[in-house]
């Protein structure tokens, strides 16, 4: 598999540091279907059912023969200059995805070479603050870093029919030289439909050359998304002893620099009460 980086601008995020596991934190957006406009809660029956038919529509369209397939692959590489896909005689066939990476949590690499690894697969993306520390395996001392990815950076991936989902994370962590266990992340599937973006997670056994396939190469239609993988709670013991201390450190910078802007805020409300009460001095 091999990853090429397109860089693309970054969205609009806080600067703030954050863990991702105080309750101070902005709402999660990894629900199964979730829009930009409504919240998971407010979609009426009627559109989860349209939701639902259109779902089943698609996979019953995954059962493609192999002249489907020949069909579809000649219709996908007569809509793009580059990077089209190729069938193989085994009736396999090879192709690109990108995937957005849109993490809200910093990831953990080998202090050194794998930061310095990370940091040259991002190309010319600033890297965000990190946090070192010291984790202790089996009696060997191995020195760890954590550090925030550039938000909405875009990974071109060169797959194969049969890659799936899982081996889609696997190999970026893997390229990227993070160390967290892949169970924390997950991929999804972004729609548009009526004005608004959908996402859901994709199964570990999912094929994502075969979605781009049925999808097309138009991004309007399908594009892919690495998040972290919410399954509603924190799972605090799939966690590293280091990782745990990391996310206390990081939560005390939060709370810091909450700290400091609110009485910054107050600060400025106290000099403009001292400045009306002296203009009605005697």
Partial sequence: MTVNTVLTPSMTSSNSMSSGYCSLDDESEDFTFFTAKTSFFGVSRHAAKQNEAKEEDERRTKDLSEEDVRTRIEEYNAQVSENGMKLASDGAYTGFIK????????????????????????????????????????????????????????????????????????????????????????????????????????????????LRLIAGPDPEQLSFVLKENETGEVEWHAFSVPELQNFLVILEKEESERVRAVEQKYAVYRQKLQRALQQHGP
């Fill in 99 to 210: 995937v957005h990476l849109r993490l809200s949590r910093p990831v953990t690499v080998e202090e050194g070479a794998g930061s310095e690894g990370a940091s040259r697969q991002m190309g010319s993306c600033s890297q965000a603050p990190s946090e070192s520390q010291e984790a202790t395996d089996c009696g060997q001392s191995e020195k760890r870093t954590s550090f925030y990815l550039p938000c909405d950076c875009v990974k071109q991936l060169h797959i194969s029919s049969l890659t799936t989902t899982r081996e889609v994370i696997q190999g970026l962590l893997k390229k990227f030289m993070v160390l967290d266990n892949p169970r924390k992340f997950a991929l999804y599937r972004q729609t548009h439909r009526d004005g608004q973006d959908l996402f859901q997670k994709l199964p570990l056994c999912e094929h994502p050359l075969l």
